[in-house]
């Protein structure tokens, strides 16, 4: 690779000594290099005063470069020039600042914001394809305000249309991992969007009277996947217009807000536990009747219903609020939420469920087929070590079992007899124990 050009004074002075030299009929194939030669002794005998007016323009040159003017020419490693380079996680930042000043400088002072009315909204997806499309299949939005709670709720089933090709597998996977909902001829789905969409305009702003129509709040990691399903909706419906729904905002710097709002700081990390903890994940009557009958948590109403109840829980306190059922929901006394797994989802191996007892209750009158008990497939081998010790356990047991039934038995006799056995009981020597009898060789 050629040495970069160093641009010092002698290199400006080639620049300008250049012109002249190509009217005297000289020619450079080789550009620069070639005036090197020519250039170098006259440079030499160059007078110091002309040789500082060059150094100047050399400086002046390199501070440019140095600063804003020159990143447009500065390149990386790659040859990419650094004014084409762009950060994607401070323009993400910058423009998330930007929203939450915008909708900050329309706030009311003091308390006066309890009344202010947002709109949470989910929509959950059957998959995201290598272009970046997403299938959405589901839509829950609420509207609430800290001092009313949840006011309004719209929740819809969308058809998600004819499944990618190669994307069959993933948007199954998904659904069974997550929402459960069937990935084709789902009776429940509703292909109307341009009457969906109507309807979530006037959810927002109702029959056009707001002059501005109010941002939806999601998670930050889901504004990108909310922001294209709210487009692919609003294009399967062809009304003819733009898109007045498009503003998606970050439901954490709004949270951030709030607190700020009223003197109290929380980092975004905070904000983040607080909207995805579990206490109401599996609370009765939070989600649609489909995912409320599945027991499943991953339900759009009911994820926006629990960011509904976490924000009552912790900002309601702040700003004097009293909890009501609109903002938490009223938990029976002595009712706890909790969800059964079948014996199906818990997986045993052959060893372990040999060993199980059976689950059947003792007074169980139900007919055998209709019992769920454990029957082990393999007689259980028990390891040699085990068995050894099991063995000495047992030969134990029987022995003593034996000692006890045979002073049992002579206590029985003695009691039965008057005549006692007068026969001196003789200790056993023990081996090589002299005596007096004995012949010590």
Not at 76 to 87: A, P, Q, Y
Not at 115 to 122: A, D, P, Q, T
Not at 393 to 419: A, F, M, R, T, V
């Amino acid at each position: 690779m050629p040495k970069k050009q160093v641009k010092n004074a002698f290199y400006f002075y080639m620049k300008e000594l250049e012109p002249q030299l190509k009217r005297e009929g000289r020619v450079f194939p080789h550009g620069m290099a070639d005036i090197v030669p020519i250039a170098h002794p006259r440079w030499k005998i160059l007078p110091e005063k002309e040789k500082e007016r060059f150094e100047k323009i050399s400086k002046e040159y390199k501070a440019k470069m140095r600063g804003a003017e020159g990143d447009k020419y500065r390149q990386d490693n790659t040859r990419t020039l650094l004014s084409e380079r762009r950060d994607e996680y401070a323009d993400l930042q910058k423009k998330r600042t930007k929203e939450r000043n915008s909708v900050k400088s329309q706030w009311p002072t003091g308390k006066l914001l309890a009344s202010e009315k947002f709109y949470l909204l989910n929509i959950q997806t059957l998959c995201k394809t290598d272009d970046g499309d997403y299938l959405p299949c589901e839509i829950g939005a609420i509207e609430y305000s800290i001092k009313s709670g949840i006011t309004k709720t719209l929740h819809r089933f969308i058809e998600p249309g004819r499944i990618p090709t190669g994307y069959r597998y993933e948007c199954k996977s998904k659904s069974e991992d997550t929402h459960q909902i069937p990935i084709e001829r789902f009776e429940k789905s509703d292909a109307n969007y341009r009457g969906f969409w109507i309807q979530l305009e006037n959810f927002v702003n109702p029959n056009g009277e707001k002059p501005e129509y109010p941002p939806f709040y999601c998670m930050g990691s889901d504004v990108e996947e909310l922001e294209y399903s709210l487009n692919w909706v609003h294009d399967k419906a062809c009304l003819g217009y733009a898109n007045r729904l498009k503003r998606v905002y970050n439901l954490e710097g709004l949270v951030q807000d709030l607190f700020g709002h009223i003197g109290h700081s929380v980092s975004e990390t905070q904000v983040i536990d607080l909207m995805t903890a579990h206490t109401w994940d599996f609370e009765p009557k939070t989600r649609c009747e489909f995912h409320e009958e599945l027991e499943c948590k991953f339900c759009s109403l009911g994820f926006v219903n629990r960011y509904a109840y976490a924000i009552s829980d912790s900002v309601c306190p702040l700003f004097g609020v009293q909890i009501t059922p609109k903002h938490l929901p009223i938990r029976e006394e002595g009712s706890v939420s909790c969800v059964v797994l079948p014996p199906s989802s818990m997986k045993i191996d052959r060893n372990q469920e040999a060993r199980m007892p059976s689950r059947r209750p003792q007074n169980d009158n139900r007919p055998q087929q209709q019992q769920q008990t454990f029957q082990p497939n393999t007689e259980y081998k028990m390891p040699k070590a085990q068995k050894r010790k099991a063995d000495g356990n047992q030969q134990l047991e029987q022995g003593k079992q034996l000692i006890d039934d045979d002073n049992n038995g002579s206590e029985s006799s003695q009691s039965s007899s008057p005549i006692r056995d007068e026969t001196p009981i003789i200790p056993r020597k023990k081996k090589n124990e002299g005596g007096p009898d004995e012949d010590v060789g």
